[in-house]
C-alpha cells in the first residue's frame, strides 16, 4: 500500500507541475504539517496539544506569505 501511495502521490505531483511553477506549486508541500497531525487524530484518536494549532497557524501564514504573487508581476 506505501508504494501505491507513493507512485499515486508522483503522478499528481507532476500533474500538478504541468499546471503549476515548482515555485508556486513546493509552499504547498507544507500543508503536510497540518494534515498528517488531523489525520492522526482522526484514525488514531491522538490529542492535539495548544502548542500545534499555533503552529499550525504559522504554517498556514507562511505558505500565503510564500505563495502571494509580487508587486508588479
Known sequence: MGLGSAMIAMLLWLM???????????PWTALIY???PIA?????GELLKPQYFLGLALVIVGVFIATRPLRGQ
Open 34 to 36: 497540518i494534515i498528517t
Open 40 to 44: 492522526s487524530t482522526i484514525i488514531f
Open 16 to 26: 500538478i507541475l504541468r499546471q503549476l511553477s515548482l515555485t508556486e506549486a513546493y
